[in-house]
């Protein structure tokens, strides 16, 4: 067995699960307005590495939390991963056609359909976030919307993806600062919301959230490093979206500004100091090595 094997078993393992819950959470089509609920359970139930529920339900495993309950948070975080996704692929941003082996939501639907899929998945994650599961308190109910709408705001997720923007008209003065504030904002910011959720549903002190938190914020370096160098050595069919999009519109990314190796190297070394954060943690990690692992060597 390979050593990411583990974390990919654990994935095949708890995916059906992660899809129950997504499919329990959002109303079907015919609940009126019929369109948008088929718009958002499209975009929401159309395939996808289900990352984000992963993290969330690893951490919890660590933590001791009921894979329920972290279930139904790692499902309200995959429906404000899944709004960015389709906001994301918009024609005023990266208009792109093509999101998880298929067509996009503007594509397949129109372009305000998509946007208020968009806006709704996001609602839905926050207020599924506020109500369940009723089991935990209604405390850390509370702490965890906050932290979330405080990671996904204009400091974090949103703020990340205006700097990348704005750097792909012209690029900053100091790139490097830039480029990693971005990519720890746009893609960093969501993935530590997975691990300090499952923190805030165990009750964890504030050593086992501070190692959470920094784990995340190498994760999330670690999975944009790789996602920018498959961008370059990807295709289309493998990713599942538009690949070679980041250079054609000249993008800030690690290869574009480093070089491919010097990136590859970047790579190597977030996946090492990861690694070191998880010996610090309940269990060694459990299952966070391997993970780590497959995000440092991962296709698509």
């Not at 949103?158 to 893609?187: F, M, N, S, Y």
Request: hydrophobic content about 40%; glycine content about 12%.
């Amino acid at each position: 067995m390979t050593s990411s094997e583990p974390f990919l078993l654990f994935l095949d393992e708890i995916r059906p699960s992660v899809e129950a819950t997504l499919d329990r959470l959002v109303p079907t089509s015919d609940v009126v307005p019929g369109r948008l609920h088929e718009a958002m359970r499209y975009s929401l139930l159309g395939g996808g590495k289900r990352i984000r529920p992963a993290l969330t339900v690893l951490a919890g495993d660590v933590l001791g939390v009921d894979r329920a309950h972290s279930l139904v948070g790692g499902g309200a975080l995959e429906m404000i991963h899944t709004y960015s996704l389709i906001h994301d692929d918009l024609p005023a941003l990266d208009n792109d056609d093509l999101r998880r082996g298929r067509e996009t939501s503007h594509r397949h639907f129109d372009e305000a359909t998509a946007i208020l899929a968009g806006d709704a998945l996001l609602t839905l994650g926050l207020t599924t976030l506020a109500g369940q599961p009723p089991e935990i308190s209604s405390e850390a109910r509370r702490r965890a919307v906050e932290m979330v709408g405080g990671r996904i705001g204009t400091l974090g997720m949103i703020g990340g993806q205006v700097e990348d923007l704005e750097a792909e008209k012209q690029w900053p003065a100091d790139p490097e600062a830039t480029l990693e504030r971005i990519h720890r904002r746009k893609t960093g910011e969501l993935i530590v919301a997975c691990l300090h959720l499952a923190g805030l549903y165990a009750g964890a002190d504030d050593d086992t959230l501070s190692e959470l938190l920094g784990l995340g914020e190498r994760l999330g370096l670690l999975f944009q490093i790789g996602d920018d160098i498959l961008d370059v050595e990807g295709t289309s069919g493998t990713l599942g979206k538009t690949a070679g999009k980041d250079a054609a519109a000249d993008k800030l990314t690690y290869p574009g500004l480093f070089g491919l190796e010097h990136a590859k190297r970047l790579l190597e070394r977030t996946r090492d100091e990861a690694l070191a954060v998880c010996d610090a943690l309940p269990e060694r990690g459990g299952l966070f090595p391997s993970l780590i692992r497959y995000l440092s060597t991962r296709q698509h």
